[in-house]
């Protein structure tokens, strides 16, 4: 049982190049999330999903953009990276939401923008 | 909006000493939770706390939970160089499928 998967691991981008992180989990949970964590911030949601189909944003949108085509995937674009996007990329999933239940992360992608 | 605040953010403290880690929230929640962080590895948990004056228990740490004061603490019993990590504490933004997650406790603990 692989839980949450990312990739990848870690990842340079130039200013302006577009990228997707990937996570894929295989626990058949609903809820699946995206956070960035940065030195003494904690983590801060990015976009999450409570079903296939279904998005919503979260506390830091901006420059990101999401889908939930299939349970199991909940791919994070990058649509033109900017050095303020310089940051460690958590992917998250619980079963019935994390007010509810206990979220699993992924190992995480940690990203520089130059 | 809900707010979460740890402290303190740095503890250091000697094998053997005793410890609590405050999380305070500013809106109403029944559901919090505790996560462990190793340098450059992704979260584990460690407790869910679901109700007021839950208290949750495993080896030297132990999580409770006032909702009335908005209090949660996490308690380190003779603390071990193996506790050494951070520790963050997030709150169920009401129902809304949301945590917010304090800043961290970065604990060391030196032998």
């Known amino acids: 049982n692989a839980g949450v998967t990312q990739t990848p691991k870690f990842q340079v981008l130039k200013t302006g190049q577009s990228m997707t992180l990937q996570c894929a989990q295989d626990?058949?949970?609903?809820?699946m999330s995206w956070y960035r964590q940065d030195p003494g911030m904690g983590l801060r949601l990015i976009h999450y999903?409570?079903?296939?189909?279904?998005?919503d944003q979260g506390e830091v949108p901006n420059g990101y953009n999401v889908s939930r085509s299939t349970t199991e995937d909940f791919p994070l674009r990058l649509l033109s990276a900017a050095p303020s996007q310089t940051s460690v990329y958590f992917c998250?999933?619980?079963?019935?939401?994390?007010?509810?239940?206990?979220?699993?992360f992924g190992a995480g992608t940690r990203l520089s923008v130059l | 909006e809900l707010k979460v605040e740890q402290n303190p953010l740095f503890l250091s403290m000697q094998e053997g000493k005793n410890y609590t880690i405050y999380c305070n929230y500013s809106t109403t929640s029944d559901r919090l939770y505790w996560y462990r962080q190793d340098p450059g590895k992704s979260l584990e948990s460690l407790f869910v706390?679901?109700?007021?004056?839950a208290v949750k228990q495993e080896g030297r740490l132990m999580a409770s939970l006032d909702t009335k004061a908005r209090l949660s603490t996490l308690h380190i019993t003779a603390a071990v160089h193996d506790l050494s990590a951070t520790y963050f504490c997030a709150v169920d933004e009401g129902g809304s499928e949301k945590l917010v997650f304090g800043k961290g406790t970065k604990l060391t603990v030196n032998p």
């Open positions: 706390l679901l109700s007021n004056g």
């Open positions: 626990m058949n949970h609903e809820y």
């Open positions: 998250a999933s619980s079963y019935g939401g994390p007010g509810k239940n206990i979220q699993y």
């Open positions: 999903s409570v079903g296939a189909g279904i998005t």
